[in-house]
């Protein structure tokens, strides 16, 4: 089997590596010119953990993670509603490891690198299906024939635009920006964080999360509503834009002012992928290209790893592609479909600034038995049971 992999991040590199293991042929395709750290912290969840430990990885990545066991809910003016322990919430997922996405990336990269060709700076431009294969044109022009051909390039999937019509974003009209500051030991001090927390702010129409993974060093969430034409801020831009909309907050406006580089916030306009089949004839997608989830449940890392497993196993398994692909996203999309719905009722109600909203959100989690809200903040669906035998 000859597969070609539109996609080097997570998903695209996870489904390399099982497919290589199984004697597929396998070439990867990654539009930027070469490998780079991207992102900034995200979550490994027990599904996410279970494929690492097959690739081998899992020790590296619990040697990389961060400690996460304090969350501490704040309203606009800062103060502290409630304190929770995250341990018993991490237990009910199956375990969580905090990472910066570049380590998680890298580890996956690192198990493939040596072992298959992976080109970079180039993407697809044409896809032709027939009965003997896909025939696919680069952007440079070239030319080459694959049995199968699996789309995971992202949100804004090229492979996606071009073997199914329609259009399957779905914007939720929120805007996000993330950051990682190290060197920040004042900043933290001053804010009054403490270590390994993160510190929650329910505002009107927008959300801020604060993560201290040490006594220096803190990673920033910020989401707010989708700016006039769903515009993403340039590089230079974005600082200004998180002052304008966050710089009230009490210290909020020393955390912003202490990123030196405003490169180093990435910024989007967030939105998800909705579509009725994963597959069209011999082209597949996985990952955000099949079922973005939006950042606010953090699984989207641990269900594009699932995915690629699920197929990955499929392909060995089954007698035919078409059989691989319905047994693939037979298994996990009604968890993915359940996550989105959370994701979207999620971000409504984080969002919503209405007075009788926030009143309700600050009563709610001052109140609420902790043991209640640990289960309401487990983002964890039924019916996702791994299958355990080694690839």
Same mark, same amino acid.
């Given at each position: 089997m000859n597969v070609l992999i539109v996609g080097g991040g997570i998903a695209g590199l996870t489904l390399a590596h099982f497919l290589e293991l199984h004697g597929a042929q396998v070439q990867v395709l990654e539009r930027v010119a070469g490998f780079r750290e991207i992102g900034s912290m995200t979550a490994m969840y027990g599904e996410g953990m279970r494929v690492a430990e097959e690739m081998g990885i899992l020790d590296r990545l619990r040697a990389m993670s961060y400690r996460q066991e304090t969350q501490v809910l704040r309203d606009e003016r800062g103060r502290t509603v $409630?304190?929770?322990? %995250? !341990?018993?919430?991490?237990?009910?997922?199956?375990?969580? %490891?905090? %990472? /910066? $996405?570049?380590?998680?990336?890298?580890?996956?990269?690192?198990?493939v690198k040596d072992r298959l060709p992976i080109r970079f700076g180039a993407t697809v431009r044409a896809l032709h299906q027939h009965e003997a294969g896909v025939d696919v044109t680069l952007d440079d022009g070239s030319r080459s024939t694959h049995d199968l051909v699996v789309g995971a390039d992202g949100i804004g999937s090229v492979v996606r635009s071009l073997a199914f019509a329609g259009e399957f974003r779905r914007p939720v009209n929120l805007g996000l920006m993330t950051f990682l500051l190290t060197g920040a030991a004042d900043v933290i001090r001053h804010a009054g964080l403490i270590p390994f927390a993160v510190n929650e702010w329910f505002l009107r129409g927008r959300y801020i999360e604060i993560t201290t993974l040490a006594e220096d060093t803190l990673a920033g969430i910020f989401v707010y509503p989708s700016l006039p034409g769903h515009h993403v801020p340039r590089a230079e831009e974005r600082p200004s834009v998180l002052r304008q909309q966050f710089g009230h907050v009490p210290a909020i406006a020393d955390v912003i002012d202490a990123v030196r580089d405003p490169s180093l916030i990435y910024c989007d306009d967030m939105g998800q992928v909705v579509m009725p089949k994963w597959s069209h004839g011999r082209v597949v997608l996985i990952g955000d290209a099949a079922y973005a989830l939006t950042?606010?449940?953090?699984?989207?890392?641990? +269900? =594009?790893? /699932?995915? =690629?497993?699920?197929?990955? !196993?499929?392909? +060995?398994e089954e007698a035919t592609y078409s059989a691989a692909f319905e047994r693939y996203e037979r298994g996990i999309r009604g968890p993915i479909e359940t996550l989105q719905k959370q994701s979207r009722s999620m971000a409504g109600f984080a969002l919503n600034g209405s007075p009788p909203v926030m009143l309700a959100k600050i009563t709610l989690f001052r109140y609420l038995p902790e043991s209640v809200v640990v289960r309401m903040r487990s983002a964890a669906p039924k019916g996702t049971a791994f299958e355990s035998s080694r690839m």
């Open positions: $409630r304190t929770f322990d %995250l !341990r018993p919430a991490h237990a009910l997922q199956g375990g969580v %490891l905090t %990472l /910066r $996405r570049a380590d998680w990336h890298l580890a996956v990269y690192e198990t950042p606010m449940l953090g699984v989207g890392g641990s +269900k =594009a790893m /699932r995915g =690629a497993y699920n197929l990955a !196993r499929a392909l +060995k």
